[in-house]
């Protein structure tokens, strides 16, 4: 594949996001920041990221930002990052810059850093389209998400995935070392809680139906959830 083209000066490139936390445990490899990416005109049913939807909405930052917040972590012991959304590629140049520089910066790193990153489009069309990109991967979790309802859904076979339908495309020997697999999902927990930024912040890979059961048994405790980012 050709090495990414796609950005000239990407430090001066902004990524509009949601939101960014760390350590995310449940949506890759070890202890991860998560990238949150604001926009996706996909709108999958049954997206439980709704939040993330509107363009116009989240902020703004420069990809030497996202390489500081890494680095911050790296006594923290940092393993990747994990790009999600939202939908990265509706941001191509800026999802290109910020790859070249986190690239740039894990080559100094002395423990081994690993880039997921998730789309809802379909897996050919992002070859054709973004082989630079690619390049600069280590896993693609690619494919809109399937909603399988709360009854009737099917959990996907990896915790790494939203539905079955997705697959995992790992792109380089340490994608394929601690993703193929799956070795590692099969003991991680599939969803964490955070309280941040005046909210709680459920991540993960619900399987169908966790999240109107969590509602469920919140409201028989008397804890109403208001403004979930799974419903209209
Ligand atoms: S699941 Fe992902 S691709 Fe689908 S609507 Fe939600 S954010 Fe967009």
Redesign the pocket.
Known sequence: MNRGVESKGGAEVKFRINKAHFPVTTLGYGRRLGLWVQG?A???R?????D??DAGGGWDVEPAEVVAWCDARRAQEIDGITI????PFEQPRALAALLEALNAWRRGLDRAFDILC????PRRRIERRHPGILAMLDVLIPE??VDGGMAGGRAPRSLWR?SDNQPLVPLTPLGRTRYDGENNAACAPRIQVSIDRGGAWFIGIPRPGDMDRLEEQARARGVILEGVSWRA
Do not use: K, M
């Open positions: 996706c996909i709108r999958c049954g997206c439980v990221s709704r993330t939807w999600s959304g939202g939908e998730y789309s809802g489009l809109p998400y939203g």
